[in-house]
């Protein structure tokens, strides 16, 4: 609707409506989140978390309403219809930009329980975000340097351990758990460095998906593989959303089968961990050919 705006004036009326967005929503999730620790109980987490549901609904309808209001945007849809969903999910998905993590609270924010994904520990430092997400129960790992887990290799078992602790919580009280199997934003830069085998891709991690689905593989009611691209604003999809020159979104949503292919025991089992990281391969070699229709469809529509 105000897409015709100057860019300066859409990025001050986005600045605006995201900081009152987060602050409105953040400050009672906060608090919220204070008597969560002064009341540890069953039945008031339980309240809270359908509190803080609701809550995060609120800031995702906020955040479809900014999109829609200052970027022209033309959705690409294709795959399944999200399904309405009570109990706890788990995501799967490429990771191209911080714009990733809005972008999926929108497609799927009002019909899964509150989205949860792995954070980096010094993003918890963030003004009302970070603690917000804390409140939330949001998972935070600290990331070490090659040099650091060479002298104690005992600290590449922290992110494990971390990820079990967060597992059994979502078989509790329903989560929505996103993995970003990728563990960095994709660049061309970081594909030819790792020697990518895909086009549009960075290799996989299996180690904290496979052990997830070890964990409450059986439990969770759907496990979704989303492939997200944006053929204009690839490089900086979040500040272009904030100046209004987001165009094109291409979104595919698709549902894994729960079979013994993909829970098994990560940890414990060579032969599995071998075929369950194969799996994962073959998953991502899919989400590649995905891409690369996208990519097709985007040239061929736009005349390139």
């Known amino acids: ?39 540890p109980f069953d039945f008031s987490i339980r309240i809270i978390d359908r509190i803080n549901f609701y809550l995060y609904r609120f800031w995702t309808l906020n955040i479809r309403i900014m999109i829609a209001l200052t970027n022209d945007v033309k959705w ?10 009570h109990k706890s999910c788990i995501i799967i ?20 329980p509150t989205t949860k994904f792995f954070m980096k520990q010094s993003l918890i430092y963030i ?11 949001m998972p935070f790992l600290k990331r070490y340097s090659k040099d650091i887990l060479l002298k104690n290799p ?29 563990g960095s934003r994709y660049t061309k830069e970081k594909a030819e460095k790792l020697k990518s085998p895909y086009q549009f891709l960075l290799p996989p991690k299996a180690a904290s998906i496979g052990v997830a689905l070890f964990e409450i593989g059986n439990d969770v009611e ?32 698709d549902l894994l089968k729960k079979d013994e292919t993909l829970i098994g025991d990560y940890l414990g089992d060579k032969q599995f961990k071998h075929d369950f990281t194969m799996h994962i391969r073959e998953i991502w070699e899919n989400k590649d050919a995905i891409l690369s229709k996208m990519h097709a469809d985007f040239e061929k529509n736009s005349g390139n």
């Open 1 to 39: 609707m105000l897409h015709f705006l100057p860019s300066p004036v859409l990025f001050v009326i986005n600045a605006i409506l995201l900081v009152v967005n987060v602050i409105v929503v953040a400050t009672p999730i906060m608090l919220l989140g204070i008597i969560r620790m002064v009341l």
């Open 76 to 85: 690409h849809m294709t795959g399944i219809t999200v399904p309405h969903c």
């Open 93 to 112: 998905s490429n990771h191209v930009s911080w714009f990733d993590i809005l972008l999926i609270c929108v497609i799927y924010g009002s019909k899964l």
């Open 127 to 137: 003004p009302f975000i970070g603690l917000a997400c804390y409140a939330l129960g």
């Open 154 to 182: 005992a600290l590449r078992m922290k992110d494990i351990e971390t990820t079990k602790k967060v597992c059994k919580a979502l078989v509790k009280y329903p989560t929505t758990l996103i993995n970003f199997c990728e």
């Open 222 to 253: 759907y496990i979704f593989n989303s492939t997200l691209y944006y053929p204009e604003n690839s490089k900086s999809a979040f500040m272009d959303m904030m100046f209004g020159k987001l165009s094109h979104i291409y979104v595919d949503v």
